[in-house]
């Protein structure tokens, strides 16, 4: 009768433990065959990954993320029933984190580029940008041309635009965090020049700033803004309808002259 009641107990064991595991596989399923928007609306948030990098993404007296991106970000956010949620990435790791579900998209004034489209699904270009570089009034006076920065030593944002134009051109770079501290590099002396967003140098550097020792040099290149989601995601054609959507009625326009961006066209 106990020899029964032990082999009962053990069939009854497999079953609960086999029950369970059917049931997770079963809700993983449900999950993985759910588009990201629906994800989006069943959490009630898009997760945006960003850096501090005005006048994009920083944050106000209170705390409260604003600029282009962010405005632009909520109202995308409030277009799909959620709320945006804002959270800092490792923007050398950024695409890590997009693939690995820690954030919905990446959204942060981010070049489109063939490394953005090939690690991840881009949006239409909805804003013009410029990689400049950016030096102390005594050393940019003397810069002409890229010949003119072989002998300077440089700072650039870890897995930016303005790394890679470095790279390109055979500059001597040294990576930082953010382009905030690319500015502070130069501002300290540690590097001649940083090269940046000329959004983030119209918006930081020159009379009335806290870098007025600072100014841009030389134009690099011209370059566009994108917003990444995963590859295949639905999310980049339902962001693009509403990037159409906001340059046809005059919001985007609003919004770029309260932060001097320029639209792309």
């Known amino acids: 009768m106990k020899t029964i009641k032990k082999v009962l107990a053990i069939v009854l064991a497999v079953l609960t433990v086999c029950f369970a595991f ?14 990201d928007s629906e994800k989006i609306v069943e959490s009630g948030k898009l997760v945006v990954g960003i850096t501090e990098f005005a006048p994009m993404d920083y944050k106000d007296g209170n705390g409260n993320w604003i600029g282009f ?10 277009k799909l029933g959620v709320k945006a949620e804002f959270q800092i990435i490792d923007w050398d790791n950024k ?3 997009l693939q690995t579900g ?19 699904s ?19 006076s003397k810069i002409k041309s890229v010949d003119d ?21 055979g500059l001597n770079v040294t990576a ?9 590099e130069v501002a300290s002396g540690s590097s001649d020049a940083c090269i940046i967003d000329s959004t983030m140098a119209k918006a930081m550097t020159g009379e009335g700033t806290d870098y007025s020792d600072l100014k841009v040099a030389l134009v690099l290149l011209d370059e566009q803004y994108g917003i990444s989601f995963r590859k295949n995601s639905d999310m980049t054609e339902k962001v693009n309808e509403i990037i159409a959507e906001y340059k046809a009625d005059g919001t985007l326009q609003k919004l770029s ?4 961006i320029q639209l792309a066209e």
């Open 69 to 78: 991106d962010a405005d632009f970000a909520n109202m995308v956010a409030e």
């Open 122 to 140: 881009v949006t239409d270009a909805y804003a013009m940008n410029q990689q400049v570089v950016v030096a102390k009034s005594e050393v940019a």
């Open 176 to 184: 930082v965090t953010t382009q905030a501290d690319a500015l502070l």
């Open 149 to 169: 920065l072989k002998n300077l030593s440089f700072a650039a944002e870890n897995g930016s635009a303005g790394a890679s134009a470095a790279k390109d051109n």
């Open 95 to 97: 695409f890590l984190e």
């Open 257 to 260: 002259e309260k932060y001097g």
């Open 22 to 35: 059917t049931a997770c596989s079963g809700n993983k399923s449900n999950d993985s065959s759910k588009t």
């Open 102 to 120: 820690s954030i919905d998209c990446i959204w942060n004034g981010m070049t489109i580029t063939d490394e953005v489209k090939n690690n991840s």
